[in-house]
């Protein structure tokens, strides 16, 4: 016995974007979720920045490739070792989540442990456009 197609909700999208964000190697799975120009855009948390802005200091990536490129650099640059997904907020045309990620840093034998949000804008159940802030003085490198 067959069982019906579910069509996947938006926050179980957000659930699976935080998964291929802490694992490079699976970001093909998301990809049926992407739109042809889908951007991302990560930044530092910054409390004097509106929502819509976007942070001078942001990083950006753009398409399918980009989000393998974001992946990779939480990974090699971030050294981002692990992550959470923590809360998910469903409004309208956008989907707020938040997390944890722990970063590898040097010197230290404990993991040290910030806050990661995303807006991640959906036109139906496709992604277009992906803003991330952590919450971290960090500088980013382009």
């Known amino acids: 016995m067959e069982l019906p197609h579910r069509e996947i909700e938006r926050p179980e999208i ?7 964000l802490m694992n490079p190697n699976h970001v093909e799975q998301l990809f049926p979720f992407l ?3 889908v951007e991302w855009i990560l ?6 920045t509106l ?7 942001s990083i950006k990536f753009s ?17 981002v070792i692990s992550g959470d997904l923590t809360g998910c907020i469903p409004h309208h045309h956008l989907v707020f989540s938040f997390g944890r990620v722990r970063l590898q840093t040097p010197g230290m034998d404990q993991p040290a442990e910030t806050n990661l949000a995303a807006r991640i804008t959906f036109q139906g159940s496709i992604i277009t456009k992906v803003q991330i802030r952590i919450s971290w003085p960090l500088v980013f490198e382009s």
């Open 51 to 57: 929502g819509d802005e976007v942070p001078p200091n």
């Open 35 to 37: 739109a042809p120009r």
């Open 43 to 48: 930044s530092a948390a910054n409390p004097q």
């Open 14 to 20: 957000a659930e699976l974007f935080y998964f291929v």
């Open 63 to 79: 398409r399918k490739a980009g989000l393998r490129e974001l992946a990779l650099y939480f990974r090699d640059s971030l050294k």
